[in-house]
């Protein structure tokens, strides 16, 4: 076996991204044991893909101490390839102190971690503003394999999971919505109404799911709304995902989670370019992009996301898809 070590230890949208690069790789050369170092809140995901043999945990308000020590365990392997597919000072550091025949870095790094690299992976044609996915699958050609993506992820099962609440209703799964986001202008304030909508005229069962809890006070019929924000693990996350219809997101990790597992997705979009940070592939029959008009999340109305995704569903069923009757108000 070969070893390889990955450096991407945070955040979520990233690592999946870069578990994809990994399942590309490994679809194509299944000889490869992947390590990764990953920051502690991320570990119980990275921990249970099926592509990833060993986590190294590194501990982000763990000092400098917790940083040696990590720096050490890592030491105790040599590698036959390091990637360093984030790009900060901090992880170039890393890359460096590893044992590797060889280290490959971004071709668009931060913070100067350029200068720790001994080779680089050259950016895609769109250069640095192409699509992250894009970037780290320029990584696949140094090692001798294609720069294209992998089926879906798989992750191990890791938690005994009652997801009773996930049984469809009038035979349809249900909508997974993710109303909250990382940061506050990429997050849309119409999730409340959208589920009402969803529920009482298209009569679809709609669950909430965030690690942050967030309410929802629209008054809606028994046994139609689940409200999972602050109570979804990491690991439960893609259980939730896989049980759904539709997932419809803030420009998230959950988002880019969706999307790798093959979900048909939804992504609602304002400031930030779609082009660099939509669900990708972006020509996939599964992604889909909802832009608020002139980039300002505060002009996107609920009955124009409703009316999309109606239309959108309807495609998506080869234009057969007809509307169950509402619920009574």
């Known amino acids: 076996m070969r070893e390889l070590l990955i450096i991407q230890t945070s955040p979520l ?6 578990l994809r690069l990994v399942a590309a ?51 105790q392997r040599k590698y036959d390839v390091v990637l360093d597919l984030q790009g900060l000072l901090r992880s170039g550091l ?3 102190w590893a044992r590797a025949h060889r280290k490959i870095g971004r071709s668009d790094p931060r913070e100067w971690a350029g200068w720790l690299y001994e080779e680089k992976a050259p950016l895609p044609p769109g250069g640095p503003q ?18 294209e ?76 709304f ?19 219809d539709w997932v419809i997101s803030n420009d998230s990790g959950a988002m880019h989670l969706a999307t790798a597992l093959g979900v048909k997705t939804i992504g609602i979009f304002g400031p930030t370019d779609s082009q660099r940070y939509g669900p990708y592939p972006l020509n996939s029959p599964t992604n889909h992009v909802i832009k608020a008009p002139l ?12 009316e999309r995704f109606r239309r959108i569903e309807a495609v998506s069923r080869g234009g057969t898809y007809q509307s169950v009757a509402p619920f009574a108000r």
Not at 13 to 18: L, M
Not at 29 to 36: E, L, M, Y
Not at 226 to 244: D, P, Q, Y
Not at 295 to 306: F, P, S
Request: glycine share 8%; aromatic share 8%.
């Open 13 to 18: 949208g990233d690592i999946v991204h870069s």
């Open 25 to 75: 790789l490994r679809a194509q050369q299944p000889d490869w044991r992947v390590s990764w170092i990953v920051q502690d809140i991320f570990a119980p995901l990275v921990r249970a893909s099926t592509v990833v043999d060993q986590i190294l945990v590194f501990r982000r308000f763990g000092g400098v101490g917790s940083f040696l020590a990590l720096m050490k365990e890592v030491r």
């Open 94 to 96: 890393m890359l460096k």
């Open 295 to 306: 980039g300002d999340l505060h002009l996107l109305a609920v009955k124009d996301v409703l």
């Open 130 to 147: 192409s699509h992250l996915m894009d970037i780290l699958l320029q990584f696949c050609p140094l090692l001798n394999a294609r720069p």
């Open 226 to 244: 689940v409200n999972l924000t602050g109570n979804t693990s990491l690991v439960s996350l893609t259980a939730l995902i896989n049980r759904a």
């Open 149 to 224: 993506l992998a089926a879906p992820l798989q992750f191990r099962s890791m938690e005994q999971l009652n997801l009773g609440f996930m049984q469809p209703l009038r035979g349809l799964q249900p909508v997974l919505l993710f109303p909250d986001s990382r940061r506050e202008r990429t997050k849309w304030g119409g999730f409340a109404p959208l589920t009402a909508l969803l529920i009482r005229e298209m009569g679809r069962k709609v669950v909430w799911a965030g690690s942050k809890y967030l309410p929802c006070r629209e008054s809606l019929p028994d046994g139609t």
